[in-house]
């Protein structure tokens, strides 16, 4: 088969195959969320935003430090994905047939175009981890001034707020991360459509296993949750 012929059938292949975990990942997380990492951590990071609520005084600092250095590594991520958007921008402007791939992209030449949507692809999932982690800086910074309020004295509305808030931080740190992930095989389809289609294939086995959960976690994120709740409710109890 021609090399065009190939990256007709293969590329829209692989494409489909991270779509299709992707969107079994996303009906997964909203149906069954303790079968998942993100879903998990959404869990966790809501009980965690309790009990720092609870006890601003004594848990101000911790909570914090956490966000702080949360923030911190959204920053990192999104300095080297704006970075690597400059540079794919700097290496197409800067070669010597930009403009013969100009004309040929308005002519229709099916091979230019090709080369084009590469570029124009890994360019688009570095911006996308940037606006991304952009976000969780933006979500993270707002929970850092609410999580000092002290919870015993406001509703519970308001932790609710707090929580949604981190979790949906946290989401968009997740969807940074997949843009990363994605360009991987983009970066493979330049030299080539076999190469990428290994990597979709490979990547989503390998995404399948960091994303999901074993029995024994869960068990344990089960009695985890259950440990914290009898504690509060002894705690109330004192208060009271």
């Known amino acids: ?14 494409i489909a ?21 993100i879903g998990t951590n959404a869990q966790s990071g809501r009980q965690w935003v309790f009990n720092m609520m609870n006890d601003p005084m004594g848990n101000g600092v911790l909570a914090i430090q956490t966000i702080r250095n949360s923030i911190m590594a959204s ?49 688009l999932c570095f911006l996308l981890a940037f606006l991304c982690n952009v976000q969780c800086i933006r ?10 309020l002290p919870g015993s004295n406001s509703s519970t509305q308001s932790m609710e707020y707090v929580a949604r808030n981190m979790n949906r931080g946290s989401f968009f740190w997740s969807l ?3 843009a990363f992930y994605f360009s991987f095989p983009l970066f493979l389809w330049v030299f080539g459509p076999i190469p990428m289609f290994v990597c979709c294939c490979t990547m989503s086995v390998v995404l399948y296993f960091l994303d999901t959960t074993t029995s024994f976690t869960r068990n344990l994120h089960k009695q985890c949750i259950k440990d914290n709740t009898k504690v509060e409710d002894v705690e109330s109890g004192a208060q009271t």
Not at 1 to 12: C, F, G, H, S
Not at 20 to 33: A, D, E, G, N, R
Not at 139 to 148: E, G
């Open 1 to 14: 088969m021609k090399e065009k012929e190939l990256d007709y059938i293969l590329v829209p292949a692989g």
């Open 17 to 37: 195959i991270l779509g299709s975990y992707h969107i079994w990942l996303l009906f997964t997380i909203h149906y069954y969320p303790a079968k998942t990492i």
């Open 75 to 123: 920053t990192v991520l999104a300095t080297a994905a704006i970075s690597l958007s400059a540079l794919i921008s700097v290496y197409i402007s800067s070669s010597s047939d930009v403009d013969s791939i100009s004309s040929e992209l308005v002519y229709g030449n099916k091979t230019d175009i090709i080369n084009s949507i590469k570029y124009f692809t890994i360019l």
């Open 139 to 148: 979500y993270n910074a707002h929970v850092s001034f609410l999580i000092t």
């Open 176 to 178: 940074g991360l997949r």
